[in-house]
């Protein structure tokens, strides 16, 4: 053994090194000449005396490590010492062979000290955890030799981390390796002792975004039976499975509870792809039976009761959000009534006031609207819109609809009814009056100036292969325009967008994040919990797919089928391929649009509450302001232009995508584009001026604010 002594200050503190010293490494490599060169200039620092220091401590201080990160080597011990040992390639503090690897050249297994415990080994790469980034400065890196078979063709799922093909096969980790490792990690939290148990992570915990080691074969369990690293108590875990036994979680909460434990996830609330490879790093971690990146039930009980026994104050936060979640939910369950007004009736003897039976306003705009009645025996009943007595068949006979129309009678903005006189007793009336629905989706236009179509195509001329404009006021659609390529697709059902185009992105775009984001739930949960489509389109469409759409273009697409929502507008049958255009797209987010002018409704079906919607843009809201990606028209100035309201609001500022709501003048605005070189139908390069950028869309808007929007 050979013992080099450098000029430094005595402290006392003596490091305990196991295993063979960087005078083994290097003689076992044959690198003895390198050995020597090491001490002939360690002697020469030698000469040199040493200047007197005197010691003055500080109480502002801590220890640089912070964390013991494991890894493995997927590669065999002989390739693992080169790649971590020789010129221009990683290191780690520490190697451990494994006894099955025929590169190993001796017959008893000897941990490896590559790198001093003080210097930086270069293992971690990109990395977080618990607050710090770039681990490397504050982290002990142990490798294990230890081989997973993938085929190198598949070696990462597509677009994910190192190692997470389902082709890939981890093979158990040696007993006797993993013996040492515990003494070895035992020794190394003896003189680091501010590695927190939740510290002690593998190397998919710090990188889950690109790594997937040390697998799901590692055993987490075992090492903290030993004392090393953190668990969960299985009463506490007990108790938060029966929690969350009805209702998971939602996705933003996940986020929360995840990056709270020590993960680096954005708290976005959308299920994206960081957020799955989060999930499947804690999983790998401490569910390796269930590897499957999903937000289910049994994580999030796991997740709960690691901060339950490590960040109580933590726990405190995301229980108090999961009752919040909880709350919501149950407001939210859609009731059984069908549109604004669905009220059941019961007929009884008239007191001495005559009182009517029922006064209730609702909201519709002139010239539309209509009433549903169904009695349960034959009745008679008086019927007042706005103070105007309707004509309806007298006896109303039992068993039969009768369906009325309020153009007549309606106004725009708040209607009254009152309904009087029902008779016999005991009969019951069922009385409905859905929500506006938007009409005249053929109108070409019926804006009076000119100069919104003149500037859309100057840009068009100048290299922006397509757009589409959308304008309703009073549930009327006053202009829907094509232009460009989306003209051709829109004018015959033979012509469809080719593959590589978008395929009703923005509308399923916005509708999976208004699921996801105002309630905090995936489009998945929401309609698990609450049985409902509640955001579903056109069967025809894409959009009727809204829960297989998230921003990651990764949702399962297999559930929310079915509840259609029926439009008056004329114009929703797309191509015969079913392929979505732009122009659909308009028409999609449109009524999107007038449903949250209706307070969050859409002709029979109650989409959200009013209370939900006011909580869009509500500014301490989780699912407020900017999170739910509705912001209010004070912040979208640059792309909505001077003449929006205060009380304007929606969404700017995506890829080609303006979508206003201006409730001042119950009108909406859908302006989408497709940007050049995105999905356009030729290589040719576009020119830089056709993007539309914040100016273009401001000045759009602007123009249809000063054209009078005059619906016919």
Known sequence: ??????????????????????????????????????????????????????????????????????????????????????????????????????????????????VQEEDRAWHAGKSYWQGRTNLNDSSIGIELVNVPDCQPELLAAPQGPEYSSPSCVFPAYDGDQIGQLIELASDILARNPDIHPTAVVGHSDIAFNRKRDPGPRFPWYQLYQAGIGAWYDDGTLARYRQLFSEQRPSVYLFQKALRSYGYGVNESGVLDKQTKNALSAFQLHFLPAGVTGLPDSETAAILFALLDRYFPDQLAECVNDFEQQVELISTQQPPDKRGQLDQTLIGQTPDSTNQPYLRQTFKAYAGAGWISLAASQDS???????????????????????????????????????????????????????????????????????????????????????????????????????????????????????????????????????????????????CENLQYAPLGLDSHGAAAQVAAFDVSDDFNNSLCYGKNLPFSAPDLTLAEDKSATLHSDALELATLLQSLLNGGGYNDRRLIGTDTVQGLLSPGSKQGGSASGLQQAN??????????????????????????????????????????????????????????????????????????????
Not at 48 to 74: M, W, Y
Not at 705 to 711: D, H, I, P, R, T
Request: net charge neutral; charged share 20%; aromatic share 8%.
């Open 1 to 114: 053994m050979v013992t080099l002594g450098f000029c430094r200050q005595n402290t006392g503190h003596r490091h305990k090194q196991p295993g063979v010293t960087l005078f083994s490494v290097y003689w076992q490599q044959g690198r003895k000449s390198q050995f020597r060169q090491l001490v002939y200039s360690t002697g020469a620092l030698l000469m040199f005396g040493c200047a007197t220091v005197k010691q003055l401590p500080s109480e502002n201080h801590d220890k640089r490590i912070r964390s013991l990160v494991i890894h493995f080597t997927a590669i065999d011990y002989a390739q693992s010492v080169q790649a971590l040992v020789g010129k221009d390639g990683l290191s780690s503090h520490y190697l451990l062979p494994e006894s099955r690897d025929p590169s190993y050249p001796h017959s008893n297994l000897t941990p490896l000290q590559l």
């Open 635 to 712: 912040k979208l100035r640059h792309y909505f232009g001077p003449y929006a309201s205060n009380s304007a609001y929606g969404v700017a500022g995506q890829p080609g995508l303006i979508a206003l709501v201006e409730p001042e003048l119950e009108m909406g605005i859908v302006f989408l584009t497709r940007e050049p070189n995105t999905s356009d139908y030729t290589d040719e390069p576009a020119s830089t001026q056709a993007s539309a950028e914040p100016e273009f869309f401001a000045e759009v808007v602007s123009l249809i604010y000063e054209s009078g929007l005059n619906a016919p």
């Open 380 to 526: 008679f009943a008086d019927i007042r819109i706005n103070g105007q007595k309707i004509n309806i068949a007298q006896p109303l006979e039992a068993g039969r609809n009768y369906t009325y129309s309020l153009a007549r009678r309606t106004r725009n903005g708040l209607n009254t009814l009152s309904l009087e006189n029902l008779q016999p007793d005991n009969v019951s009336l069922d009385v409905r009056i859905p929500y506006p629905v938007l009409t005249g989706g053929h109108a070409e236009t019926t804006i009076e100036d000119d100069k919104v179509d003149k500037l859309i195509q100057q840009r068009i001329a100048a290299g922006l292969p397509e757009a589409v404009l959308l304008v309703f006021k009073d549930g009327k659609i006053i202009k829907h325009t094509t232009y460009g390529t989306a003209r051709k697709s829109a004018s015959t059902s033979q012509t469809s967008i080719p593959p590589e185009s978008p395929k009703s992105g923005h509308s399923r775009g916005l509708l999976a994040m208004f699921t996801q984001r105002m309630t905090g739930l995936t489009a998945n949960e929401y």
